[in-house]
């Protein structure tokens, strides 16, 4: 039976594309890349294969221009980004600006909280916990 091996992309569709690509780079430092076609923007994680410990450039994080006019309501998903550092992260998100939801989750495997985007999507920052 084929299965899923994970996660190749998170794709997110904006009404204004650049200014949401712009708002990912400036407020967590995610260096967005335009698209050749110039109304997409990206960046490509590099992840290490567990069975072959081989680098390579997935998954890839991009923003794409809406073909037609989005609700300007919540669209009903959550982006998980890993975080090396959520308390330090967290300072400089509410030194630019950003608000941050009060709560902070920690548990034996991680701490999470959680901010929106220019778009209003929530967003969760994760930092792993390695014993």
Known sequence: MADV?????VFIYSNDAARLA?????ALGIDMQPHPDGDKYFKVFPTRDVETSVVRENP???IYQADNKLSEEGRGFMLNLRVADLARLLEQ???RGVPVEPKIVEWERGRHAWIRDLDGNRVELYEEIIP
């Open 5 to 9: 091996q994970g996660v190749g992309g």
């Open 22 to 26: 712009n708002w990912y780079q400036t």
């Open 60 to 62: 890839v994080f991009a």
């Open 93 to 95: 998100l509410r030194t």
